[in-house]
């Protein structure tokens, strides 16, 4: 029996002192009686003996009880995939004489609160909803150890409730399309990490997703692009895709299933190129030229316009949205609309001087106006990024903040709610560590650990003020996301912090998450799913040494600072690594052509994948574009080349403002012999003015050089190696090697592109300079 108590009785904010003896008590359990539970739940209270779970177990449920008959057979389910585990489900009202685990209701607050008490005999699962029960019977199945048919699960009592109600991520589908499949896995894995919240951004300037029969153009146009490509490419297949109506009930009938709400975006006024290449009349434009769907990447300037023809287009729009989700969230944008169009347009003008408005900002606050009141006509809610806080604001009108908390905080003082979703920290298209290993994405780091301590609570408002901060959610921009399973990589496991800062205490232990995440992972490869090991994995270096290489290997300093003594273990026979293999403890020194495997674990556990390589000639003398240092970070990208997705080769790190970088120490006494390797890529970038700052125009070639300069990027040019070989060609190209200049002592070389213009953008994949 599980007891309710006082400090239960609030969902999340008056069982502070709770928490924070229940964190102290969650640390000091063994790991049969965490099991691995991610978000750590709110109280747990340790027992005597342990309940043992394998298929003489039966599942029983209330009779006529549908919410408790799927709480059940989803754990069933859950068990079957990750651990081939089989348990009958049964509707009884009598006891039933086989060790049980037992789905009951129980009277008690908060819609998704529940209970588990594990005793040698039986595991009760109570809530009094069916959410409740759903997420004990997820915090149920991860009580159990990852992969075994069988097994202990510690006598316990858990006592769980969220801290924040909007748990949420951002899936981006506009940038590029994922299909209903994935759509449906994700909404899966956000429930196992009871994410309850997913919006989704289906229109922005590179494509419109959602069909629409009214307006059929806007995915027969709308839906696809052609992609950008370098000068002279023959890749000019169009891309897109959109999701049906009845695709789209689907996956909201299947997201109900797992409570997960879903929150369309429908982004207005501006980042709307795609659907005014479909319907032109609606731009601001005043010749309304035909556009394409933009391959481009960044802020566009095209706007809707202030038309009553254009609101009825939008209104229309939103209904068949209405009718398609069932959310009382409807996202509608608001953000990064560039008012150019709007002061240029005689025709925005005029209408603005027949509604009194004088002001571009002003507008669009006219605009926000109008198309949130609608949707609180049809009793929804306006959800729009930070930008839509202005004065005259709804009060139902609800405000992600994208640009830091203080948009949060400035909107819950005036009373409008307000979810975090802040940039850079909450904005998953970062890399999340320096290895080579991590996708295409944004050079600056947001890793796992940066999420894990991100605090939601703002201390500046008061105790009302603060239940206007709804909770937060992570945002996965997808311009650099080509697949789906580059989307799972950069969502988990940052996913699983997130979910534990929404939903557990706040007296979080990192150590303690990474112990949990341990068993975390090995369900996430049970279950199919490309998560990034990036928090355990290995950072190699090479170096030349007498008679060989110097392998040096770490792991990342989040791993190393966290107190669990993690350990690296090696093989050289081509052996996968394990718990008995032989520690790495300091600089290896190998020959030439030996193969070097290793993992990293914590006890007996691998906690990463294996890393492997094969050392050959060029190792410890070729520096890759990620082991150089870029001369500056202006807008750092890890891009790929070929630009599909489909090339397999590591992405190239450059700065698209500034494409330079630097090798330090080198080696200049003899004239070393330089070789290098690059790849032109597509300059498909909205800067505006800032594309001005770009150098180009002085090469001395048609098509350009890689520069060398010596002891800083603005010395006179040292050498330099044509890019003849490597233009109009797709992926990557060796240059033809040149030797450099002899001169005393070592230096840092610097390496930079002179080009004649912006397209193609160049980027290093490698070099190597012969080092004696």
């Not at 075994?148 to 699960?153: A, H, M, P, T």
């Not at 969502?491 to 007296?507: D, F, I, K, M, T």
């Not at 797709?730 to 090697?737: K, R």
């Given at each position: ?7 239960f ?44 779970v ?56 908060g ?36 992969g ?6 510690a ?10 109600p ?39 300037d ?11 153009r ?43 709400q ?9 980042h ?63 953000d ?32 926000t ?48 709610d ?22 295409p ?11 894990y ?6 201390p ?9 901060v ?7 921009w ?11 990589w ?23 998450f990474l112990?949990r ?39 990342l ?8 003594d ?89 700065d ?17 012999q ?28 048609p ?26 060609r ?8 040149t ?23 160049w ?10």
């Open positions: 029996m599980w007891i309710v108590r006082r400090a009785s609030l969902v999340r904010r008056s069982w502070a002192a709770v928490q924070t003896a229940a964190l102290a008590l969650l640390i000091a359990l063994p790991p049969a009686a965490q099991g691995g539970v991610i978000p750590a739940p709110a109280e747990v209270n340790l027992g005597s003996g342990s309940f043992r394998d298929s003489t177990v039966v599942i029983r449920v209330p009779p006529r009880d549908g919410d408790a008959d799927a709480a059940a057979h989803y754990l069933a389910d859950l068990w079957t995939r990750s651990n081939g585990l089989t348990l009958a489900v049964r509707a009884a009202a009598a006891e039933v004489r086989t060790p049980m685990i037992e789905f009951r209701r129980r009277s008690g607050p819609r998704e609160a529940y209970g588990i008490e594990v005793t040698p005999q039986r595991i009760t699962v109570s809530a009094s909803s069916s959410a409740g029960l759903f997420y004990g019977a997820v915090t149920l199945w991860q009580l159990l150890p990852p075994v048919s069988g097994g202990e699960i006598a316990q009592t858990i006592i769980d409730a969220p801290r924040y909007w748990r949420g991520l951002m899936l981006d589908s506009s940038r590029h399309f994922q299909s209903p499949a994935f759509v449906r896995s994700m909404i899966d894995w956000m429930a196992w990490h009871k994410l309850n919240v997913l919006h989704w951004h289906l229109t922005d590179q494509g419109w997703r959602l069909e629409i029969r009214k307006y059929p806007l995915t027969a146009v709308g839906a696809w692009r052609t992609p950008a490509s370098v000068p002279g490419s023959s890749r000019q297949k169009p891309y897109g895709g959109y999701y049906t109506q009845q695709q789209v009930r689907e996956i909201v009938a299947f997201a109900a299933t797992r409570h997960v879903i929150i369309p975006e429908i982004d207005m006024p501006g709307a190129q795609a659907a005014l290449a479909a319907y032109p009349e609606l731009g601001a434009i005043d010749s309304h030229p035909t556009l394409p769907v933009s391959p481009n990447w960044g802020v566009h300037s095209h706007l809707f316009n202030l038309e009553p023809g254009t609101f009825e287009f939008l209104q229309n729009v939103l209904d068949e949205v209405l009718q398609l989700f069932p959310s009382r969230y409807v996202h509608i944008g608001g990064e609309a560039v008012k150019d169009e709007w002061n240029a347009s005689a025709g925005v003008q005029a209408r603005a001087r027949l509604l009194g408005i004088s002001d571009a900002n002003a507008l669009q606050t006219y605009f106006q109008k198309i949130s009141g609608y949707l609180s006509a049809k009793g929804r809610r306006a959800v729009g990024w930070d930008e839509i806080l202005q004065p005259g604001l709804r009060a139902d009108a609800v405000v992600m903040s994208w640009h830091g908390a203080s948009t949060a905080r400035a909107a819950a003082m005036q009373g409008n307000a979810v975090l979703a802040p940039d850079p920290l909450l904005y998953l298209d970062h890399r999340q560590g320096p290895l080579a290993t991590e996708p994405g944004r050079i600056p780091i947001i890793s796992l650990k940066s999420v301590d991100f605090e939601p609570h703002d500046d408002l008061s105790e009302a003020q603060q239940r206007h709804l909770g937060l959610q992570a945002d996965l997808t311009e650099h996301m080509q697949t789906e399973g580059r989307v799972e950069m969502a988990l496991p940052r996913a699983a912090a997130l979910a534990e800062v929404g939903w557990s205490p706040p007296q979080r232990s990192w150590p303690d112990k995440l341990v068993s975390m992972s090995a369900r996430y490869r049970a279950l199919g799913l490309n998560y990034a090991d990036s928090v355990f994995g290995i950072d190699p270096h090479f170096a030349r040494a007498a008679g060989g290489i110097s392998v040096t290997l770490a792991n300093p989040e791993l190393q600072d966290a107190a669990l993690p350990s690296i273990r090696y093989t050289l026979d081509g052996q996968e690594p394990s718990a008995k293999s032989a520690r790495y403890a300091a600089p290896l020194q190998l020959a030439a052509g030996t193969e070097i495997r290793a993992a990293t674990f914590l006890g007996p556990q691998q906690a990463s994948r294996t890393w492997s390589s094969r050392l050959d000639a060029h190792a410890g003398a070729r520096r890759t574009s990620h082991e150089l240092e870029l001369c500056s970070n202006g807008v750092g990208l890890l891009l790929e080349p070929g630009g599909d997705g489909s090339s397999g080769h590591a992405p190239l790190a450059v698209i403002m500034n494409p330079c970088w630097v090798y330090r120490d080198v080696d200049l006494e003899h004239g070393p330089v070789l290098a390797a690059v790849a032109a890529l597509p300059f498909n970038y909205e800067l505006g003015l800032d594309a001005a700052k770009i150098r180009v125009g002085d090469n001395r070639t098509e350009g050089e890689l520069e060398v300069h010596v002891d800083g990027c603005d010395t006179a040019t040292f050498s330099v190696l044509p890019l003849a070989t490597a233009a109009n797709d992926g990557v190209t060796e240059l033809p090697a030797r450099l200049p002899r001169l005393p002592g070592r230096h840092d070389v610097c390496l930079r592109f002179a080009r004649p213009r912006l397209d193609p953008l980027a290093l994949d490698w070099v190597e300079i012969e080092d004696r």
